[in-house]
């Protein structure tokens, strides 16, 4: 089992939790939120990078775990063909075949330095270097981050390879929610430090509805539920649980909301 419970981690002017978290095994889980709100605080105490303050944090073997940062960690005077060269010696299934054929099929030089390296070569180095090791479980903490939409679009193809192995297992983080709409089994939202939702993709768009209202105001307890409520010359908007939405006035129209509206709204609060 892949999960926070519990957890908790104070900094000076933010807090991550109580967060629980359980990372369903064999799919996609996307985890998404404005900027500064946890995601990559959650990752770290998830890999063992920082220590949480309280609570359980479960993960597999490091040796089972593959990192996509949007930068490579590795040392920047480091070659590309420098990598496998280190990281064999860490890995026990390490494969020196696999790594260079995904090296050649992603068109990365092998003579070029990692601080020579796009943003998108040295996103497919670390995919290299996750799958030459075996990794069960991939972590991708805002790997679109400055990708062109062809480098964005060859990283959903390669998770797809990824997750033939029905024992394999990803957490992709980013604030891109048009790349989690494409890949996600489940997604988690995280808004100033709390876990907000946790669902199926599917399941978490239908739970909610953006709502653009007209003259009729909405009712109080409406309002209190709606996120993002904004009032404007034309009426007023904002994003609502399906289940108020027998509640919508009249001259209301009513919407399926995109993972970016369900984003933006809750950051914006209640």
């Known amino acids: 089992m892949i999960e926070l419970r519990e957890v908790t981690k104070h900094y000076p002017g933010f807090v991550l939790g109580p967060l629980d978290l359980t990372i369903e095994e064999g799919f996609v889980t996307g985890f998404i939120g404005a900027n500064g709100a946890g995601k990559t605080t959650a990752i770290k105490v998830l890999l063992g990078m920082i220590h949480p303050d309280s609570g359980v944090v479960n993960c597999p073997d490091k040796t089972d775990i593959g990192v996509v940062l949007d930068v490579p960690s590795y040392d920047a005077e480091w070659r590309v063909s420098t990598v496998a060269k280190v990281l064999r010696r860490f890995?026990?299934?390490?494969?020196?075949?696999?790594?260079?054929?995904?090296?050649?099929?992603?068109?990365?030089?092998?003579?070029?330095?990692?601080?020579?390296?796009?943003?998108?070569?040295?996103?497919?180095?670390?995919?290299?270097?996750?799958?030459?090791?075996?990794?069960?479980f991939l972590v991708l903490d805002e790997p679109t981050s400055g990708l062109d939409p062809l480098s964005r679009d060859e990283l959903t193809e390669?998770?797809?390879?990824f997750?033939?192995?029905?024992?394999?297992?990803?957490?992709?983080?980013?604030?891109?929610?048009?790349?989690i709409e494409r890949i996600a089994d489940y997604v988690a939202v995280i808004d100033k430090g709390q876990l907000v939702e946790y669902a199926e993709l599917s399941a978490l768009i239908d739970s909610y509805r953006m709502v653009h209202g007209g003259r009729l105001p909405p009712n109080d307890r409406l309002a209190a539920a709606a996120y993002g409520l904004r009032t404007h010359a034309a009426g007023w908007d904002g994003l609502v649980p399906a289940g108020l939405i027998a509640e919508v006035p009249g001259d209301a129209v009513t919407e399926i909301p995109s993972l970016d509206d369900i984003v933006v709204r809750i950051a914006k609060g209640r």
């Open 163 to 179: 997750m033939m192995d029905e024992h394999r297992t990803v957490l992709f983080s980013s604030h891109i929610t048009s790349d």
């Open 91 to 136: 890995y026990p299934r390490w494969s020196d075949a696999i790594f260079g054929e995904l090296i050649a099929r992603f068109d990365v030089p092998t003579d070029r330095k990692i601080k020579q390296l796009s943003r998108g070569m040295g996103m497919k180095l670390q995919i290299a270097a996750a799958f030459a090791h075996d990794a069960r």
């Open 158 to 161: 390669i998770i797809g390879d």
